[in-house]
């Protein structure tokens, strides 16, 4: 495929299909290399469920191999077999029905905290954007491959964007492909040029924040 960015339009015009092949592609460069034990879903208007199929690692995955499933996890398109721990993903989808997209997986560093059972603190600017609600799941009683056990987790996830499973590893949640984290950045001057304390600084963005839409305070 010939594509030239541009500032208005970074990516070409993708199928949903395509859009998953190329976030889990993304995702293994990054460090998602966790063999073949991740899962991705994406949520089709008819409710049922793109998803990548077990055997294949996410740098080997391509389009045609992307599978269609229901919410009983039965395969409606595709050769493959259903990733074992899918019963992880129906779980969510059915409790949260504006969850468009899921991603369950081991990475290095975020299992190590997973099975530290603790939360990490902001460690750079980038952590400390925000990105969704991050909660630790530490009631570890089996894998989610067992539907009582997703079902339970994801209980106790309740609606976080960003959840760390114990003993485990992390699930990840968006509306869409698309999302970025609804993470939001201020600048703000004072007119003699003195740099703002913490306080205007937290005073300013309790007054702006709640007028963009869709913005949500977590307490």
């Not at 190329?22 to 994406?42: E, K």
């Not at 409790?95 to 190590?112: E, F, M, Q, R």
């Not at 499973?165 to 698309?178: I, N, R, T």
Request: aromatic share 8%; proline share 7%; charged share 20%.
């Amino acid at each position: 495929m010939d594509f030239e960015p541009t500032p208005e339009k970074l990516v070409p015009d993708l199928t949903l299909r395509e859009q998953l092949v190329l976030l889990a592609r993304s995702l293994w460069r990054v460090g998602y290399r966790d063999s073949n034990a991740g899962h991705i879903t994406i949520r089709l208007h008819d409710e049922t469920f793109l998803c990548n199929p077990w055997f294949l690692t996410w740098e080997e995955l391509r389009p045609h191999h992307v599978l269609r499933i229901d919410l009983d996890g039965k395969v409606l398109e595709g050769d493959f077999s259903v990733p074992r721990g899918i019963p992880l993903h129906l779980a969510y989808h059915r409790a949260h029905p504006d969850a468009g997209v899921l991603v369950h997986s081991h990475p290095y560093w975020a299992t190590v905290w997973a099975d530290l059972r603790e939360v990490p603190p902001p460690m750079d600017q980038t952590s400390a954007t925000g990105g969704g609600r991050l909660v630790l799941v530490d009631e570890y009683d089996g894998g989610v491959n067992d539907v009582g056990a997703a079902q339970r987790a994801v209980a106790l996830a309740g609606d976080a964007e960003l959840v760390l499973l114990a003993g485990h590893g992390v699930l990840v949640v968006a509306p869409d492909v698309k999302d970025g984290g609804g993470s939001y950045e201020l600048s703000i001057w004072r007119q003699d040029n003195v740099r703002p304390d913490d306080t205007a600084l937290l005073r300013v963005a309790q007054q702006v924040l709640p007028t963009i839409p869709g913005w949500t305070t977590v307490r």
